[in-house]
């Protein structure tokens, strides 16, 4: 190490007590280099505390202590794990602290020591003690209270205090040979200080303005590196040149004479829209959002038959195979009756089933293609692929969304959603889309009541279905887990299923079940038996959650109802009121619930349903983003930090060779 003048390249192991074990401790979280190290931002920070002088030691926060060492012993464990316990003699009272795999602690301090702790307390079954906390000595003393301090989001196994001063040594290492790659008109534009001066100020800080000010600046690189993705990504697909699809006002209606109804104003208002869209030699990038219900499929059709009539295939992607299945039930019908040649391709087609079907894809003689991801596989060509429609693109994850639109490079793009996109992911995530939005749904469905149902009450609940069913209507039963041989406990499809089957006052009509463990083949058997009317009580998990159309199932029992959140009752309760017949929800559910559960019963409306979600559990669920791994904290900051990003995002639309730049300067990107 000696001799080598550090860069900024350079490794995290040029910084002093680093071996190979912390580099890769490090690197697990994305930190290989000393840069790396200067850009991490503390996630906040707070105080160096005033000294804690009465006994006992909290079991929480941020605590400091004085005192003489009673004692300090080093245990070793097996697998190279050890422990160092230091007793100290705070003025009349003990504390405790416990240094992991730490062991030169020992060799630290001897006892009698006068010294000084600080470190975060927890409570353990021995009672509370401070875990690695920082040592102050009288030559080395600890910075005085009121001293400020970054918290770092360290690697597991390794303490935030440990990252905090391997972060200032690097800082000291090379901080000031990072170069500020903005030009200072932006930086003024955003109020921001130059890099070398944030660096200095997010692992010193002097003030909280000016850690606020690093902090910000330091935001902006991930932001800036996302924006020149996107602008790059954009700039591909306008090079890329999609095919116009023309749609004449004279094949406009006809295409529209194949839907068996009349489009309603919010479906007419849209279909302008994506006709322009389509029209374009750029690729359209559109989200088609609305609420369950609000006829989002026919517009997908209308695209689809338009695509066709231009010589263009269509891939129409779901993320289920229920779902998959549904659609090509659906609008297999339309597109009979005009000739269009259609296939379902999931992953359990195979063998030479799925060779015939890529066999008449590549030779255009499918036109559209409905299916599971397995419809982007390898070995999967199109003739000539030119719309890519997503359905209930929120379920799938942000990666794969990625990966998906990538594959229809230079196709025109159509992406369906019931969840409203908030504006930072607007922005972000699917800053290079434009979004239409569907309000209303067509007119003529029933009202749908909805209703907790506790206590007594549960007991009328199935002679009450079996008077609807008497009456033609169909029965929804969810129930939130699948369950197994003998589980008897509520909320267990299985049992439920047995239960019903066996109760006389409704077995007369047919009771079948469905879940995610059924074969692919059996499941879409049984819906289809629930579909055709053959079956009045149809048991599920929320396998049904999406997507499922049967216009005269009136009813919806949901078991367990407080296990399921907000967002996901609203788009199960959207399997029923899709017919003209009154119809209900019934929840059946621990008070626990009793909040989301009068926000059901208040309101119909899916935005201000997802709104109050999105509220209750932050943004990332929402979006699918938590699946795939991003932090919550990262998003949360995203809205604070809107302008920041309004900014990178200005800068990567006006000028894209600087994005280009700057993306590479800036390194990893915050999100795929
Ligand atoms: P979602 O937006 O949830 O995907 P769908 O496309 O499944 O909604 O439509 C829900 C139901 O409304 C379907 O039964 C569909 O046939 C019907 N529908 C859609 N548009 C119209 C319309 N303009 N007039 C009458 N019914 C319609
Ligand atoms: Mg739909």
Redesign the pocket.
Same mark, same amino acid.
């Given at each position: 190490m000696s001799g080598q003048i550090p860069t900024p390249k350079g490794s995290t192991t040029l910084v002093e007590g680093i071996g190979p074990a912390k580099a890769r401790l490090l690197s697990s979280v994305g930190l290989d280099t000393l840069e790396d190290l200067c850009l991490l931002t503390p996630t906040s920070i707070v105080e160096w505390p005033a000294q804690h002088t009465e006994g006992p030691l909290p079991s929480t926060g941020l605590v400091r202590v004085s005192g003489s060492v009673l004692a300090v012993k080093l245990v070793r464990m097996r697998g190279k794990q050890s422990r160092v316990v230091l007793r100290l003699d705070a003025g009349g009272w003990e504390a405790q602290a416990s240094f992991w795999n730490q062991p030169w602690v020992r060799d630290r301090c001897a006892v009698g020591d006068q010294i000084e702790l600080c470190g975060e307390a927890r409570s353990t079954s021995k009672g509370p003690e401070l875990l690695g906390p920082k040592i102050g000595t009288e030559r080395d003393p600890l910075p005085a209270p009121g001293v400020l301090m970054g918290t770092y989001l360290a690697p597991k196994g390794m303490s935030g205090h440990v990252l905090a001063g391997i972060c200032k040594q690097a800082v000291r290492l090379v901080g000031g040979q990072i170069k500020e790659p903005l030009p200072e008109n932006l930086l003024a534009a955003g109020d921001l200080p130059d890099l070398p001066t944030a660096i200095q100020a997010a692992h010193e800080p002097r003030s909280r303005v000016a850690f606020e000010a690093a902090r910000r600046r330091l935001a902006l690189i991930p932001l800036l590196a996302l924006q020149a993705q996107l602008a790059a990504r954009r700039a591909g697909a306008e090079e890329g040149g999609g095919r116009p699809v023309q749609v004449s006002s004279e094949l406009d209606r006809e295409l529209r004479s194949r839907l @068996?109804? +009349?489009?309603?104003p919010d +479906?007419q208002q849209a279909w302008k829209i994506l006709v322009r869209d389509l029209g374009r030699r750029t690729p359209m990038r559109r989200i088609l959002q609305?609420?369950? /219900?609000? /006829?989002?499929? =026919?517009l997908a059709a209308l695209c689809s038959f338009a695509v066709v009539e231009g010589g263009g295939q269509v891939a129409f992607l779901v993320p289920t195979e229920v779902l998959a299945e549904q659609h090509h039930m659906g609008l297999a019908p339309l597109l009979d009756a005009v000739g269009i040649g259609h296939a379902l391709l999931t992953g359990r087609v195979r063998g030479e089933e799925r060779q015939q079907i890529l066999r008449r894809l590549a030779t255009g003689e499918v036109a559209v293609l409905f299916g599971t991801h397995a419809i982007f596989q390898k070995g999967v060509e199109f003739d000539c692929l030119d719309l890519v429609i997503i359905?209930e693109q929120q379920r799938f994850g942000v990666g794969q969304r990625s990966a998906l639109m990538d594959k229809g490079k230079g196709a025109h793009l159509l992406l369906?959603t =019931?969840t409203p996109i908030p504006r930072t992911l607007a922005l972000t995530v699917y800053g290079d889309l434009e979004v239409v939005t569907?309000r209303k /749904? @067509?007119? /003529?469905r029933g009202e749908v009541h909805t209703r907790w149902v506790r206590g007594a009450k549960t007991r009328s609940i199935i002679p009450w279905l079996a008077k609807r069913m008497e009456a033609g209507e169909q029965i929804y039963w969810v129930c939130p887990r699948i369950g197994s041989d003998g589980d008897d406990a509520p909320g267990a499809a299985e049992a439920r299923f047995s239960k019903l089957c066996d109760d006389e006052r409704v077995n007369g009509f047919g009771v079948e079940l469905v879940h995610g463990k059924v074969p692919a083949e059996e499941r879409s058997w049984r819906l289809e038996r629930f579909r055709r009317g053959d079956v009045g009580l149809l048991v599920a998990t929320t396998v049904i959650e999406v997507?499922v159309?049967v216009?005269s199932a009136t009813v919806m029992v949901i078991e367990q109802a407080d296990r399921l959140g907000l967002a996901q009752l609203h788009q199960l309760r959207?399997r029923v009121g899709?017919g003209p017949l009154e119809s209900w929800c019934l929840l059946v559910g621990a008070a626990a619930a009793e909040e989301r559960f009068s926000m059901l019963i208040q309101t119909r409306d899916g935005f201000e349903i997802a709104e109050e979600d999105l509220r209750r559990r932050g943004m990332g669920d929402l979006a699918g983003l938590r699946q795939a791994g991003n932090n919550q904290e990262g998003l949360d900051q995203l809205e604070r930090d809107l302008d920041l990003l309004l900014l990178a995002r200005e800068v990567c639309q006006t000028d894209l060779h600087l994005a280009r730049d700057l993306a590479m300067a800036c390194g990893p990107l915050l999100a795929p």
């Open positions: @068996p109804f +009349q489009l309603t +479906q609305g609420d369950v /219900g609000t /006829g989002k499929t =026919a359905d369906m =019931a569907l /749904g @067509p007119p /003529g997507g159309d216009p959207g899709r």
